[in-house]
């Protein structure tokens, strides 16, 4: 059986992935389940998909422990823990990450002895606010990378996946798609299906024992402020907003009145301040500011190295 | 007859879609499903014939789908955790008036704390109210569950209202091969509704379980519906029958697989059902002779067919994704009330409780639960239950558990 897992975040299209590369197994004549799996449904917050296919019928359900590939579409996930990207690889698992630097920068700072591979690149949008359909271009390389799936099958899967958005997207979608399954022809069949776990040989589970514990400990109440502090929802960002405080008025009121995480406060000098340690990067900041002063920036832009937002 | 990728909830659609339901009262918020809004798109787009009208909560909901059933038409509603909560004093009342409806529920954990992910507390909150209940391991089981369940309700022998349950994420968000069957076929498996007696007009009104009773009458009324719960039993057998004919699926009331010359037994519910046949396929690969019993109805409860699976087995290892406060799994309950004092009953059944709110099972923990149950069977007894649960599992709650002791502690300073 396959087993393949999408990490991406809300509003990346990884379920779509799923559901496109699924598709694409299905026409090939597989047993196929795909599914995303999320919590309390949030853009930018880190989700996955998966698929799987087989010959024969699937009985296994439920999160895929342990992956014949991992695509990652967007490399700040990695090493977030609660995104799980990393879970269950071994040394024959195939790991794709969508990602400007080179596979084997990768390879070493993750420490992982199977095989990595990149994302063949693709063009910059102009308008950096227009979301980047990844999906199909993840499917198509998933769809190349198991060396079981035609180019036909794949575009008639895109074409049934994504009928609803309209010609023009399907066609856009089905250019980034085959391109990328085009240039990585020379790593079909490099994914290969995984075994079952053995029942003569398998590692004891070691339950234990649930100790009784007093309700001021076992309920889960939260009896403080400012817990939500702790959750550093600045990871779900994927665009930063970036204040040029050149151009900034300091009308003080527009950006840190309108954004919806109260992310903005105000420094001594009346200059607003993000806290991107909880910005979710939803700018409405960018769309607000009236002298125009916030850009948005890619956030892997903005981790490698380019203005962070300090006040020069 | 179409082969395609369906989820759980496009599956249930597919089934009311085919079922010719006429009415669809639905509260349109969270926790509805996908269920809804596929049927609302096809009324839009004049796919379907049919009447939908969104409601204010669960409760007007489940009460308008009675209210409709009880003129004589088709009708059908879903809901999920809380909202079959929030329904509940219409779900006993509705079951009361003995009208035929078909409603899905989208099994999820409850609250307090809050999850997404199954288990069966919520369905089980309905066990005892007269509503019939037929629980699905895969998304074309949803769908052929459906028609069945349009015609179990609506049997003379029975007449109650069916639930069709589906674990939340594992069928509901999950696309498997489903086959479609075509709608002449489904017409001639199940007709447009006949209510014979069942019947409202405006010039002639009608009114339904007005009165106030004492217990006797009280008594009568409540224990009929008891005798039609249980006539479901064999009604069902002969809608499966039917339905296999027609279709070439086969649903008994209870699945076996692999029983025949099983020593030890899994008994669990729904769609971890198919992880546990998995399992017993890597069992039997390993030497070990184990089956599995899946209860597909559980309301009524198939004790016939349970006993007659069971006769003779040496242990039984009873899989509960439930758990009733003070007592422990309601499966393992109801399976000890099923074989006490039968027969060639098992005389060891072990209780596990697991996949509360949605947490995994994986097949190492199958394999060991076979492996507890075999050494209960040498030991001739059964071991306490067990919640499978691990060091690490708990670990990670000592890292929430100390992010608010931290916090009480300062908080504890600045008072």
Known sequence: MYRIRFHGRGGQGMKTASRILGRAFFLEGFEVQDAPRYGAERRGAPMFAYVRASRNTINERGIIRRPDLVVVADDTLVPVSAAGVLQGVTEHTVMLINSNEKPEVWKDRLNISGQVLTMPSVAEKEDRLEPRFISASCAGVAARLVGVISRTSLKQAISAELA????????????????????????????????????????????????????????????????????????????????????????????????????????????????????????????????????????????????????? | MKRTLLTGNGAAAWGVRLAGVDYVPAFPITPQTEIIETIANWIDLGEMDCRMVTLESEHSMITAAGAAAATGVRAFTATSSQGLLYAMEMIYTVAGWRVPFVMVNVSRGLSAPITLEPDHNDILVARDSGFLQIHCATCQEVLDSILMAFRLAEDEQVRLPVIVNMDGFYLSFTREPVEIPDADAVTRFLPPFDPENICFRASAPVSEAVAVLGGPPYSYFRYETHLASLNAVPVFAKIAEEFAQAFGRTYEAVEAYRTDDAELVFVIMGSFATKAKDAVDRLREAGRSVGLLRPRLLRPFPNGDIRRILAGKKGVAVIDQNLSMGMGGVLHSELASALYGQAHAPPVLVSFIGGLGGRDIGPEEFYEMASVTRKAVEDGKAPAPRLLYTEKELREVRKLQAIAQVERENLGQNQ
């Open chain 1, 164 to 312: 609803h958005l309209g010609a023009a997207v399907v066609d856009k979608n089905l250019a980034g798609a085959l391109e990328s399954y085009d240039l990585m022809g020379s790593h079909s069949g490099s994914v290969t299906p995984g075994h079952e776990v053995p029942a003569y040989a398998y590692q004891n589970p070691e339950w234990i024992e649930l100790p009784f514990e007093d309700a001021r400990v076992s309920a889960p109440a939260i009896h403080a402020t400012a817990t939500s502090e702790k959750m550093k929802t600045g990871l779900w960002r994927t665009m930063r907003p970036v204040i040029d405080y050149s151009r900034c008025n300091r009308c003080w009121w527009v950006c840190s009145t309108f954004c919806p995480d109260s992310a903005i406060s105000l420094d001594d000098e009346g200059y607003p301040q993000i806290d991107y340690e909880h910005c979710k990067g939803c700018m409405v900041c960018v769309a607000q500011c009236p002298s125009h002063a916030i850009h948005a920036i890619p956030e892997q832009e903005a981790e490698a190295g380019t203005p962070a937002g300090e006040r020069l």
